[in-house]
């Protein structure tokens, strides 16, 4: 399907980036139909996405067959995302609202995989709640984001190296992320001052008898004071110590350099001490 360049719509909606957004578009087609490409296909397939401005990162979903769900909080950029409806015909729901609001999994109301150029200022916390809660697997069967390369960089990061911390552990103990892509800053305008990258990630199997939360915590606690030993920086969380000397792990280590299992491990003592 023949649409304008999306330069020319944006200069035709008198569109520019909004830092306050978080927002940097992308015009470069080719690039944004190997992004689509990560997740496989997405022919007839449910679609989330947010953040997704004029609609770029949109058009290459919709020639990949995907039926599109795009939450957009910036008024400005609806008119372009009708005109996209418009050519995809029951193909694109837009919903102008906060993606932080909304039950995602209420909206979709069917397995959905999640596709997004995230706004840079709400990307983790989104990130973060996906990654989140009890019920596992997951209402989403993939996530393909795009991040700042330092953000995607601890997604993925091993345990005893600089970038390992909370996100790693919360992304890597029941899920598989694996960087995908590096996308130059060039590749956006305005260009923004970082490299970016995009991280994809599918669901795996979760470890039986551990709560997202008490992990959550567990991991909030031990990275906030990171060059800590952990008998200091756990000290404040209730049974985190003692389940340290029941796991058998050194309370003079510091938190970076616990695995993912030896954390899982400690949270699922944590919970068994709350059950006596």
Known sequence: MSLPPLREVIARHGLSASKAL???????????????????????????????????????????????????????????????????????????????????????????????????????????????????????????????????????????TGAYGRLAVLAQWRAVPKLAMKVHRSAFTPPPKVMSAIVHVEPGEAPDGVSARVLERLTETAFGQRRKMLRQSLKGLPGALDALEACGIDNTRRAETLTVEEFVTVARAMGDQRKT
């Open 22 to 160: 978080g927002q940097n578009f992308l015009f470069d087609e080719q690039l944004l139909d190997r992004i689509v490409a990560i997740p496989g296909d997405l022919e007839g397939q449910a679609v989330l996405e947010i953040g997704p401005g004029p609609g770029g990162l949109t058009r290459a979903l919709l020639r990949a067959g995907a039926r599109v769900t795009a939450i957009e909080r910036d008024s400005r950029c609806i008119p372009a995302l009708a005109e996209l409806q418009q050519a995809y015909p029951g193909q694109l729901r837009v919903l102008e609202d906060d993606a932080l609001a909304i039950d995602h999994a209420e909206l979709m109301g069917e397995p959905f995989a999640v596709a997004a150029n995230l706004p840079y200022n709400i990307g983790t916390l989104l990130f973060t709640r996906w990654m989140g809660g009890e019920t596992w697997p997951p209402a989403w069967s993939s996530l393909t984001l795009m991040f700042q390369q330092e953000v995607a960089q601890r997604i993925v990061a091993k345990p005893g």
